[in-house]
């Protein structure tokens, strides 16, 4: 199983960035699916995380400016990210937690957002 991420690069703030990471391999059911991000120097963080059945959950600092979104016929999950501010760069990485003989959690390999001021 892998995750395979995408959609990272270089935005002035205020701009808009769309993430996406799709799922590959051979699963039974892609459960929770998440992004989280990492800015220098300090630790990975929960940005944002949707249910199978697409309750979605967001860390406070992102509320009203990034949208997660899923489609679970092709086992992707999207972010999309408005409004963007310098505070929010940093590799952004999507786990998914995937159920094949067992339920384990998945990482992406991470992409990098960059936000100048």
């Known amino acids: 199983v892998q995750l395979q991420a995408s959609g990272g690069g270089l935005v002035q703030a205020g701009g808009s960035l769309r993430l996406s990471c799709a799922a590959s391999?051979?699963?039974?059911?892609?459960?929770?699916m998440s992004w989280y991000r990492q800015a220098p120097g300090k630790e990975r963080e929960l940005v944002a995380a949707?249910?199978?059945?697409?309750?979605?959950n967001y860390a406070d600092f992102v509320k009203g400016r990034f949208a997660i979104s899923r489609d679970n016929a092709k086992n992707t999950v999207s972010l999309q990210m408005n409004s963007l501010k310098p505070e929010d760069t940093g590799v952004y990485y999507c786990?998914?937690?995937?159920?094949?003989?067992?339920?384990?959690?998945?990482w992406g390999q991470g992409t990098l957002v960059t936000v100048s001021s």
């Open positions: 949707i249910t199978r059945g697409e309750t979605t």
């Open positions: 391999g051979s699963f039974f059911r892609i459960n929770a």
């Open positions: 786990n998914a937690e995937i159920f094949t003989v067992r339920t384990r959690s998945y």
